[in-house]
């Protein structure tokens, strides 16, 4: 017998639309004040973080309390990267990330997920460990530019340098490693009828 379908409104999937709701708060936060403004940017570090934990906590709840949904399971990654996009595109437009740096990380975010959408015929792609640790590296690394770093010791952009370094290399391998594993899985997958 399988289990009773969840309902879409609770607790986890209350946390990751709020983490949506979230995003264009935080693009107002670093905007305002043309991206200068002190208070603004600690708002939107406090913002990005609050969303950040959320993210954390709304799977953990979900698979803790038995509340997994299919509406969880495709907002949740969407939420993840409208802040992550949001965050690298308004930092890039301020002039305080290079522009190679969001274009490396968005190219590699949507292409594993056009992927992952590809490969739902044959199995659900989980996320790798390394995947989990590259978003808590882009997380930390984003969360540290939204600081506002001329106000902050020197020692702050040089760690956030040395996350977004770390960052990228993750990135740029677990996304080779994900399309790896989606060709071992295609190539292992049966031929559709008629083909």
Known sequence: MSPAPQPTWNLANVLTVARVLLVPVFVWAMLAEGGDSVGYRLLAAGVFAVAAVTDRIDGWYARRTGQVTDFGKLLDPIADKL????????????????WWVTVVILVRELGITVMRFFLLRYVVLPASRGGKLKTV?????????VLPLSAMPPAVEVLAGVVLAAALVVTVVTGLDYVRTAVRIRRAAPVPPGI
């Open 83 to 98: 802040l992550i996009g949001a965050a690298l595109v308004v930092l890039s437009a301020l002039g305080e990330l290079p």
């Open 137 to 145: 590296l882009q997380s930390v690394a984003i969360g540290l530019y």
